[in-house]
C-alpha cells in the first residue's frame, strides 16, 4: 500500500531534508506540507510536486489527505500539532523537540484510546540513540555525570531534546549521588542547567550541527561518550524507518530505539 504523509515544517532546514527523503521513497507518498510562510511561487524551491497540497494553515487541512503526519516544526507548535494529527486519523512521526513530559503521556494516552500508533523520538540518528544507551549503562557506575550540548545558533530550544532524554535515562539508574554542597560561583548560571541533579550545558554556535558529550568522572579516571551529527541527513535513516513501521503500530511510542 502507498503510505501518504503530509510533512508539517516541510520550508525549515529538516522539513526539507524531509522532503527530499520522502520524494526518494517508492512506498511513501508526500501527498501535503504544513509550511506557514511558504508560498505557492516557492513549491519547485521546496521540491513540492504539482499533487503536493500545500497549506499554510492546519485549520485548512483535509484530514484524508495523508495516513501519516511527519513533523519537525517549533516546540510552540507541537504539541496541538500532534494532537491535531491524532484527532484526525493522522499517525505522527514526531521529531520535534520540547514537548513536556505531561503532553506526552497525554498524547500517549489519546493514541492508545484510538489504537492509532505513532513515533516521539528526540533524535533519530543512530549515533545519538546508542550515545544515550551507553549513557544510561554507564551512569549505573558512574553517578557523577555532566551533560554539554553543541548546536548551531539558530536552535530554538534549550537544553536539546536529546540531552534531557539522556539526563532522563540516567537519572533512572544512577545511584543515589551528593553533589558538593558548599560550592560558591561568581558568575550567573555558570553551572548550566539542573536535572535531578544532572548538570546540563547547552552551547550555540555558528558551524556546529547537533553534537553532544555525556562526561562522567570517577576516582582517578573518566569515560567520555560523543556524538556528531555532522550534516541533517544523519536523522534521515531513522526517518525512514518511522514512517515504514507506525503504521503497524497501535500506540505511540517514545524513542527511535523502541522500533528498531
Ligand atoms: N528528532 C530529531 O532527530 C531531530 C529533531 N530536530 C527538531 O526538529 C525541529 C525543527 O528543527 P529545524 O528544522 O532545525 O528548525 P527550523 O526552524 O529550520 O524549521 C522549523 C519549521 O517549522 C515551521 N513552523 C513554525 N511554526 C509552525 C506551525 N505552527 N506549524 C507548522 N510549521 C511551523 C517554520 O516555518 P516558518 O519559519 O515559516 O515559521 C519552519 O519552517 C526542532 O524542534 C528540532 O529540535 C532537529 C533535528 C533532528
Ligand atoms: O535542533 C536540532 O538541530 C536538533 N534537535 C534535536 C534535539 O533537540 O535533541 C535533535 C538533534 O540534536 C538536532
Redesign the pocket.
Same mark, same amino acid.
Given at each position: 500500500m502507498m503510505k501518504k504523509v503530509l510533512i508539517a515544517g516541510a520550508a525549515g532546514?529538516?522539513g526539507q531534508k524531509a522532503v527530499a527523503l520522502v520524494n526518494s521513497l517508492t512506498d511513501v507518498e508526500l501527498t501535503a506540507v504544513l509550511a506557514p510562510h511558504a508560498t505557492a511561487d516557492q513549491r519547485a524551491q521546496l521540491q513540492l510536486g504539482p499533487q503536493v497540497k500545500l497549506y499554510q494553515d492546519r485549520a485548512q487541512i483535509d484530514p484524508k489527505v495523508a495516513d501519516i503526519w511527519l513533523d519537525f516544526t517549533v516546540p510552540a507548535a507541537v504539541y496541538e500539532n500532534v494532537r491535531f494529527a491524532l484527532d484526525h486519523g493522522m499517525a505522527p512521526v514526531v !521529531?520535534t523537540? !520540547?514537548l513536556t513530559d505531561e503532553q506526552e503521556a497525554q498524547l500517549v494516552a489519546e493514541s492508545k484510546e484510538k489504537h492509532l500508533g505513532g513515533v516521539i523520538a528526540?533524535?533519530? !540518528?543512530m549515533s545519538?540513540v546508542l550515545l544515550m544507551k551507553f549513557a544510561r549503562e554507564a551512569a549505573k557506575y558512574f553517578p557523577d555525570v555532566e551533560i554539554i550540548?553543541m #548546536? #548551531?545558533a /539558530? +536552535? +530554538? /530550544?534549550a537544553? $536539546? !531534546?536529546?540531552?534531557? $532524554?539522556t539526563a532522563k535515562l540516567i537519572d533512572q539508574v544512577r545511584p543515589k549521588h551528593e553533589s558538593s554542597p558548599d560550592e560558591v560561583t561568581t558568575l550567573d548560571h555558570v553551572r548550566g542547567g539542573d536535572y535531578h541533579g544532572i548538570k546540563v550545558h547547552s552551547v550555540r554556535l555558528p558551524g556546529y550541527?547537533? #553534537?553532544?558529550q555525556v562526561l562522567f568522572g570517577g576516582t582517578g579516571e573518566a569515560l567520555t561518550l560523543r556524538q556528531d $551529527?555532522f550534516d541533517?541527513q544523519s536523522?534521515m535513516s531513522g526517518v525512514k524507518v518511522a514512517l515504514e513501521k507506525v503504521l503497524d503500530l497501535d500506540e505511540l511510542v517514545i524513542g527511535l530505539e523502541n522500533i528498531l
Open positions: 532546514a529538516m !521529531g523537540t !520540547g528526540p533524535n533519530f !540518528g545519538a550540548e #548546536h #548551531h /539558530d +536552535k +530554538k /530550544d537544553p $536539546s !531534546g536529546t540531552a534531557l $532524554s550541527v547537533a #553534537h553532544e $551529527s541533517r536523522f
